[in-house]
Every structure is written in C-alpha cells, then in structure tokens.
C-alpha cells in the first residue's frame, strides 16, 4: 500500500518540508532585520570659490604754476566781442585735459568792470579768465597768493564768485568763516579722492579784511589743517599747495624746506608749490613714515614756476607741468609715480602786437627740427635749448626725477 508524500502517515514529512522552508527563507533575508535603517547620506561639501583681487585703480593729478596776469597778455586776449583767453594755452591744452585732475594757481584776481584791468603791483584780469581756464581743462585753483587781496575783500569776493560761475572749485581765500574751515575735497577719478589745502606767506602787506580772509602759512595751522583732512573718512591723499620762497632763486630756502617737512609728517601726500617765478627742485621721496604710521611714497614740487606770464628772464619764461600718478589698491592709496613737462612761454610779434602762447618744450622742439610750426623760428629755437637746459639743471638733475615724454599720449583718462 502506498503511503503519501513517501512516509508512513505522511505527516511527520510536511512537517520537516515545513520547517526546511522556514529556515530557507531566514537564511534569504526574509528575516526581520537586526539593525536599524542605513544613515543619511553626507551633504557634498561646496568649497567656496576665491573671488578674484579688484584690479587697482588709477588716477593722474596735474599742477602747474602761477597764472601770472601781465596786462598785456589780456590786451592780446581782446575780441570783437570781449576777451578769448584760450589761444595762450592752445598747445598745452592737450596735458590740461588729459590728467584725470588739473589744478593751478590764480596769481591775479577777477573783479569785473567795477576796477580797471591791470598788472603788477596789483593785479585785475577780466572775469572771463575764469571761464577760458575751465575750457582748455584745468579743474580746480589755489587762491592764497600774495596778490589774493590786490583789490580788498570786493577782489576776493568777486574772484570766487567768478570761478564758481565757470565750474571751477577754489581753496586758500574765504569770504565766511565756514568757507575757511572748509577742506576742498576733489574726485581725481571714481575711487580715490583728494583733500587739497593752500597757504601763502603773505599778502604783501595788505591787511586781511577778515582774520580769515586769506590762508596764511602758520605751522600750527598747516599741521591742523592736514590732520583734520587726513582724518576725514573720505579722503584718500592729501596734497598742500605752497606759495612761498625767494623769488628768482632756484633753490628751496628754510621756509619751504621746513613747511614741507611739517606737512608730510602730518600726513601730506604731497606738496606744490609756487611763487618764485623760477623752476625748482622736484623729489620723490620712497616710504617715507609720518606720524599716523603710514609709510608712503610722497612727491613735492618746490617751484613749478611760472606757467605764464610777461616776465622777461628766461627762468620767468619756464614752467613746469607735475604730474603726480596714484595707485588705490584693497583700500590703500599711494603716490606710484611722478614726472615732469618742462614748459616754456613764447612770444612773437603779430600785427604790431606781441602775441604771447605757452608751449611744451620738447613737443616745440622737435616741431622746429621737422619744420612744422611757422611760429617757432631759428632765434626762438635757440631760446626755447637755453631754456630747457635750465630747466632740467635746477629741477631734476640729481633727483632723477623724469621727464614726461611728448611723444607719449598726453590723453591720459583712465
């Protein structure tokens, strides 16, 4: 007889087969698991990328000299229809407008119809000087020189007013006492600004209407003046305009030497200075500490001469254009570099009149070597060697500064 399933009563078989399955489907992880769910998996790790150093910026500051008013440079100025100023600087308005930031000294005042033109010892010129001066590119003046109050306070109010009619920012005469507190802080491009301050030794003798009329050298004052400008959060340099010295002397005497000193250890970054009618030294002085810590590059021009006028010597007949270049990098600014243009003030007969045009030396002697200006002839080329030669003696010869090729772009905006 058969029996199911192969066994005698075929249960006890099922059973084995059941039991047989049951640790089967253990042993293929049907089981209940021992352990909990796996973790979360780790977040990537973003590693943050460095963002590139902001390229420096860089700007250009242009000083000149003293506009010296002589009455005969507004007679030629004359028009049908009231005065042009701009021939005079025609061949130098290149420079002008190609520094991110021109300044100049004013060495007359603007009163308008109510005085008379005139020259030395007081000097009037008409009031669209100030408009003509903004046109061929100078950007903003220095005002406290020895012939600031050649016509009293009518001069000195007139002036201002006339320069801010033509756009033109003034420091160093004030007609209130908040406008002498006031440190003219200028945009030399976008990203560095410049404090700039002024001071003469005098007013030849005429007496100040207002105990603040006029910026008067005062070592107190000066190195007041320039910590306060140092402290402003704003402002990125410092520059001091200086009219001082002997006049018709090629080196610095005491006064100039120890007012300059004074102003870079209180933080000045630097110095142009003006009145003795003569070019004279220029330095640039590397890392210099001054009492803030700040060890900088520092640049000063002791005398850029006269930029024009009627005076006859042939070291009145010089000036120089400084050009002081900046560099702002991660928030500090410096000097980077400096230079000179020599120029050189030529006249010529015209028409029974002396005419009068302010030029770059090197660019008007090359221009006579390739036959170019008509204007330049052989005697004034001799002229124009002697005062170049002059001028390299006195101001760069042995401090190496150089001098700013002609041949370089004078369009210089960045």
Known sequence: MAYPLGGKGGRPILRKVALLLTALLALGGCAKPTQGPPPEPKPLEVVPVQAPPAPPVRGRI??????????????????????????????????IEGADLAIANLETTLTGPAYPYSNYPTFNTPQEFARDIKKVGFDAIVHANNHALDYGEYGLTQTSESLERAGLPHIGTARTPAEAEKILVLDVVPGIKLALLNY??????????????????DKDRVRADVRRARQLPAVDLVAVAFHYGDEDTREPNQQQIEFN?????????????DHVHATQRVEFLPKVKDEWGRVKNRAVFYGLGNFISRQLELHQECGLIGLVDLVKQNGESEVESMAIIPTWRQNWWDGGLKRTRVVVMEKAMADYK?????????????????????????TVAETKVPVYSYKESPVLKR
Do not use: C
């Open 370 to 394: 390739a036959g170019t200006d008509p204007l330049m002839t052989t005697e004034a080329y001799e002229r124009l060697q002697l005062a170049w030669n002059d001028t390299l003696r006195w």
């Open 200 to 217: 003469s030794y005098s007013t030849n003798g005429i007496p100040l209407p207002q105990p603040w009329s006029v910026n008067l050298l």
């Open 62 to 95: 242009l000083a000149v000299g003293d506009l010296l008013m002589h009455l005969p440079l507004v007679t030629i100025s004359e028009t049908k229809d009231g005065y042009d100023f701009t021939p005079l600087f025609q061949e130098v308005k290149p420079w």
């Open 261 to 273: 000193d004074l102003a870079i250890q209180a933080g000045a970054d630097m110095i142009f200075g």
